[in-house]
C-alpha cells in the first residue's frame, strides 16, 4: 500500500513514522508513505499557498491550484487513488473506513490548514470528506496521523 500525504508540514510526519509498527511495515515493504510539501507546488517566489476566500469571509483558504498539481504529481495513473480530505464537516472516520481503506494500493491524504480549503477541493477532486471528531483542530495532519495509524495495523 502506498500512502501519500500533502502538506504545508511534512516534518510533523518524520518522527513518528520512524518508530514502532509502522516503520517496520516500511522496512518490510508493506507500507510506503511519503510526504509532500505542498509549497513545491507554487508557481510565485514565495510559495504562498493561501488566499482570502472568493467572495469574502474570514481568514485564509489553502488555494486549489497547488492542491491540483500536487494530486496530479503523487496520483497512481493506473489505479484510482482514495483522496481523503480531512475537514470538521465531514463524514465521521470509523473502523469501517478504516478497513476499507486498508484495502486501497494508493491513499492520497490532503491536510488543511488555516480557515478551509477551496471548497472546489473538497466537491470535485476528493473522494472523501471525513472528520476525526465532533472538534475543530489546526489542521489535518494529526486527522491523518490517526487514520494512518489505524489503516496501518490492518
Not at 496530479?72 to 470509523?94: A, C, H, Q
Not at 488543511?112 to 476528493?126: M, S, T
Not at 476525526?132 to 491523518?144: Q, S
Request: hydrophobic share 40%; proline share 4%.
Amino acid at each position: 500500500m502506498k500512502i501519500d500525504i500533502i502538506t504545508i508540514f511534512p516534518e510533523v510526519f518524520d518522527f513518528y513514522f520512524n518508530q514502532s509498527l509502522i516503520a517496520k511495515a516500511q522496512k518490510k515493504g508493506v507500507l510506503k508513505i511519503k510526504t509532500h510539501q505542498l509549497r513545491y507546488f507554487t508557481k510565485d517566489k514565495h510559495q504562498t499557498v493561501d488566499d482570502k476566500p472568493f467572495g469574502g469571509g474570514r481568514g485564509m483558504i489553502l488555494k486549489a491550484e497547488p492542491i491540483i498539481k500536487a494530486l496530479k504529481k503523487v496520483s497512481n495513473k493506473n489505479s484510482k487513488p482514495r483522496i481523503i480530505l480531512f475537514s470538521p464537516r465531514g463524514k465521521k472516520f470509523t473502523q469501517k473506513m478504516a478497513t476499507d481503506w486498508s484495502r486501497q494500493s494508493q491513499l492520497i491524504f490532503i491536510c488543511g490548514r488555516y480557515e478551509a480549503i477551496d471548497e472546489r477541493v473538497a466537491k470535485n477532486l476528493a473522494t472523501d470528506v471525513v472528520s476525526i471528531g465532533d472538534y475543530v483542530l489546526m489542521g489535518g495532519e494529526l486527522p491523518a496521523l490517526v487514520a494512518i495509524e489505524s489503516i496501518a495495523r490492518l
